[in-house]
Nanobody, 124 residues
Framework: QLQLVESGGGLVQPGGSLRLSCAAS????????IHWFRQAPGKEREGVST????????DYADSVKGRFTISRDNAKNTVYLQMNSLKPEDTAVYYC?????????????????WGTGTLVTVSS
């Protein structure tokens, strides 16, 4: 089955860290740019971070710059999102997606794959 699968979400206290993973099943990620989006309750989906197919280009939403780091290991067919200094406002369902171009736009017309999401809750 061809799919993207996120993992690594959970409950963490403010100031804590989590590492999310996005793994591909049934296809290889190395030709795709991979993006992380998130959607909090009652809010629209927003772009968090994106990485090019080679890993040479990354971009971040202003709200996470300096706290989140995106990386990829094409040999493991996986992309990661390291999240540090987490805040309650980072609470959301986090999704990964794949396309041929980097983007922080969740409505990008060229999105080819979406995962089903992993919940991150930042609370004391």
């Amino acid at each position: 089955q061809l799919q993207l699968v996120e993992s690594g979400g959970g409950l963490v206290q403010p100031g804590g860290s989590l590492r999310l993973s996005c793994a591909a099943s049934g296809f290889t990620l190395d030709i795709y740019a991979i993006h992380w989006f998130r959607q909090a309750p009652g809010k629209e989906r927003e772009g968090v971070s994106t990485i090019s197919s080679s890993g040479g280009r990354t971009d971040y939403a202003d709200s996470v710059k300096g706290r989140f780091t995106i990386s990829r290991d094409n040999a493991k067919n996986t992309v990661y999102l390291q999240m540090n200094s987490l805040k309650p406002e980072d609470t959301a369902v986090y999704y990964c997606a794949a396309s041929t171009a980097t983007t922080l736009d969740p409505h990008y017309f060229g999105m080819e794959w979406w995962g089903t999401g992993t919940l991150v809750t930042v609370s004391s």
